[in-house]
């Protein structure tokens, strides 16, 4: 059994096609060929927590993967990160348990910011006018920063509550190359940018569908709970299309709990993004509409992206664990 | 964060009342002073296996558990064992990893057993003729051996498939300290027996209602999926009282899962082993009562011998950690 740390982590990731991978998971699960079961959850209240255990595999794959990850929101007021977690692989064939990868919810930032990168690459407009981020926590950083592999577009608008965290996120994102403005309105992101990514834990939305414009692609990642949610529900009922990234779990959580379900399944505007990967279902099809993608987080890119590190590491691991 | 291995886990149990400890899970549980969310599963044909994730937690406490038990049953061809598994152990306040338990599936075989002598301690009848067992695995060993604890009767026979594995059940128990005869023949075990403890992962019923005799009190742990089944449901129409660890959960899975669930809980002899613990559901009232344990495995005990292995190597896991 190899343990490895989050260095590791981080340092064998430079040797992989991250969104390949993503990607590749997001296909196999559309086209039925993953076994994902309903996230497990714990929900906490004081201090105010959530506890997500994903898990599955691909079908006749070598492994099985638990991931457990939990955002505590008060946490920075003790210095501790929001979020954390960890990743476990095991063998199919077995049960042994092959890999502890302690990456302290790294992995699971990761793999959503790669997937926020992956629904711009299949559905933002040809041009990008300016990137709107509704957030200033980690999420916003990584999704920005991954946006990098699918877009030139460096010109930035970030909303927060706090001038104080707008000011930190700007300068961490002008030190990546990126040109910010901060605004306290998130209206203001929405007359601005063509393509909104939203990264926060609200539980009341924060962008209305009536200041949404023609043309804008809007990626949700923030909500991963039945009670969390931060685009006005009309807005997915006004979008030309809605990409979930699985829609049974959308339906139990994210931002389509939210809207009207019989009006988002018959109208036959709600897809999913491995169908859009695979060329299975159309994405965007103009510049003028509006779509949405949301993304509430699939055991199967826990599952690519360990099998991922657990297999680039090998070769070290091993040398290491002699 | 303190990862834990099977050496110090067996060596810190000895400091430990265990059987207590469990209990204390139980009563919790039943008083719904326990978040127990239903169980993760996958299930796998080739090779037959199937992993259970347990977790949860006692409100308000310091502490989450999240348990991966596994059983792969062609794994004595491969010379590994059936069961495995680890437990992990977080803080409630944070999220943060506070410890990695790889009891290799161990605290799970344990906290069965020790359930097992629970119910045996509350149910069995007052003067244990013989001890019958059926199957001849792991836990049909710890069974038999954490039976010590609350009876004195050191007489048993035991059923099993194999007359090679029967062979060796023998030999192990008889160093334990019983008096062992084996049989190919259910019928055998339910005549001689008056405390039977089934430990198979059976799918078709091993004891009939037809063979037990009254006065017979019978713990069934093998059953923890749906389609797992080691007793007749007869039994559990025909007993006096049938007790669940979790009521919840043996009507979704274990033996419970097989018997007309109306006829059960409106009978009202199914109670939850908690109540009977606490005292406040009646347990066996007489000696010519046939009684049930169903335990399927709840939560709340890896729960309670995960925080009790931690804290109990708290002092020593610091000094070796450095």
Request: charge should be negative; glycine fraction near 8%; hydrophobic fraction near 40%.
């Amino acid at each position: 059994m190899r343990t490895i740390k989050l260095d590791e982590i981080t340092k064998v990731l430079e040797n992989i096609d991250p969104i390949a991978t993503i990607e590749a998971g997001f296909v196999a699960y559309s086209e039925g060929k993953a076994v994902v079961p309903p996230v497990g959850e714990l929900i906490f209240d004081n201090p105010p927590g959530d506890v997500h255990i994903k898990y599955g595999c691909l079908v006749g794959d070598d492994y099985y993967v638990v991931k457990i990850a939990s955002g505590f929101y008060d946490n920075p007021q003790l210095n501790l990160p929001t979020s954390n977690g960890l990743n476990l692989l095991f063998n199919q064939k077995s049960g042994e348990l092959l890999s502890i990868l302690l990456d302290e919810g790294y992995l699971t930032d990761l793999r959503t910011a790669l997937a926020g990168a992956i629904a711009a690459k299949y559905l933002a407009p040809t041009k990008i006018r300016q990137i709107g981020i509704v957030g200033t926590g980690i999420q916003a950083r990584l999704q920005l920063n991954w946006l990098k592999k699918v877009t030139d577009c460096r010109e930035v608008t970030v909303w927060g509550r706090s001038e104080e965290k707008l000011g930190l996120y700007k300068r961490d994102m002008i030190a990546k190359g990126f040109s910010v403005e901060t605004t306290l309105n998130t209206e203001e992101v929405a007359d601005k940018c063509n393509l909104i990514v939203t990264t926060t834990p609200a539980s009341t939305p924060l962008l209305k569908s009536t200041d949404i414009r023609p043309g804008t692609h809007i990626t949700a990642v923030g909500s991963d709970t039945p009670n969390k949610q931060e685009l006005d529900a009309a807005i997915l009922h006004r979008a030309d299309l809605v990409v979930a990234d699985s829609i049974a779990q959308c339906l139990e959580r994210g931002e389509c709990v939210h809207a009207r379900k019989d009006e988002l399944t018959a109208g036959k505007n709600l897809v999913e993004l491995g169908r859009v990967i695979a060329g299975s279902a159309k994405g965007r099809t103009s510049d003028e509409q509006i779509t949405v993608a949301d993304l509430t987080g699939v055991a199967v890119q826990d599952i690519q992206i360990s099998k991922a590190v657990y297999e680039a590491c090998r070769p070290e691991v091993s040398k290491m664990s002699n």
